[in-house]
């Protein structure tokens, strides 16, 4: 009876996102299972600590690639010796398992301050999916680390800031936005073999990531391009809706679209907020504009949707609370000086958000107020990856090491 009910316990606490069965405090992708970033299982302490605990610090190398978790393994990507790395570590004590690392070089001009990755590993059906800031898009087995594929289908093609997206993995596919201004696409390669399945070539690509969105049965690749946002047909990428959001300035798409049901959440640097509602016309979609907000811009970060409500940092350092279902600005935080590069996710009780200085920001999800709960330094150089939150612990990913935090 007891090992039935252990057994009941590991279905119950599995859910099932696009990449497959996942226990639910894994986060094996940028923004978690549902690219939502909404953390599972989290229990608020009563009373924060002024300080957190540490348990171990690794050195991975460079980067600001937020690290995957699955189960008791962390998967890394970093740069390091000239060199793209993925580690694959001991989740509890940070004891390195398998290394994977091929000759690259980094970003440079503008970007060389961040020479290193900034995707994140998407780790799904057994295999590890990275992408260089080059364009090197990987694909190694999870367990043992071994080379499955390697491909760089466009070399010496990226964007202005280098390669920022992180692959998706849906219905055994690997999408990735690759190339850069001019010469780019979103292509699906069969992620067992990585033979190519479809390529769309309508525009280059942003700075975000990829969702999946559901429409009527019809699942879509949704993105926000360099100067566009487009739903692609998962299945065969044929563009089934596509609208004009380019970028004023010297501005950069680079936020992940939010998905709540038939609704889409798109924002950008100098434009704001946008909710729209996707139906299905004939063999294709349309787009039903419900609100517009541009009193709150973000830069190089994704709000996050909570119980009707947007909680987000403007480029400005705010974090601010937008009424979801109508667009109303509820609050904006006037301490500002945070950096437009902060992550926020949904901890259930609380919102948790990491800013570029290091410092951890428990605060209130509500729509009254801004309200602080704790702010604590968790890494003595800046941070501009999500903290992965798993029961009590917290791994931070610093210039160049993750650190294993637990709340006590």
Known sequence: MKKANRILTVVLSCIVPITGCVLAQDW????????DAKVNGFIAP?????????KWKVTVGEGDATPSLIGDK???????DAKEVTLCLDAATGKELWR?????????GPASRHSGPRSSPTVADGKVVTLGVRGTLSCLDAATGRKLWRKD?????WPRFFASSSPIVANGLCIAQLGGSGNGAIVAYDLPTGNEKWKWTGDAPGYGSPV????????LIVTETEKNIVALSAADGKVLWEAPFAPQGMAYNAATPIVDGQTLIYCGQGRGAKAVKIEKQ???????ELWSNAENAVQFNTPVLKSGLLFGLSQRGNFFCINARNGQTAWTDSTGGRGGFGSIVDAGSVLLALTPKS???????SDKEYKELASIKVADTQTYAYPVVAGNRVYVKDQDSVILWTIE
């Open 153 to 157: 289908d466009f070399p010496g093609a």
């Open 46 to 54: 009563k009373t924060w600590p002024r300080e957190l605990t540490q």
């Open 100 to 108: 994977d690392e091929y000759d690259a070089l980094g970003a440079t």
């Open 282 to 288: 004939g063999d294709t979609v349309a787009a039903k």
């Open 74 to 80: 962390l998967y890394a990507f970093a740069r390091g």
């Open 212 to 219: 999946l969105m559901n429409v009527a049965g019809v699942s």
């Open 359 to 365: 410092q951890l920001i428990a605060f209130e999800p």
């Open 28 to 35: 094996p992708q940028w923004r978690g299972p549902n690219r």
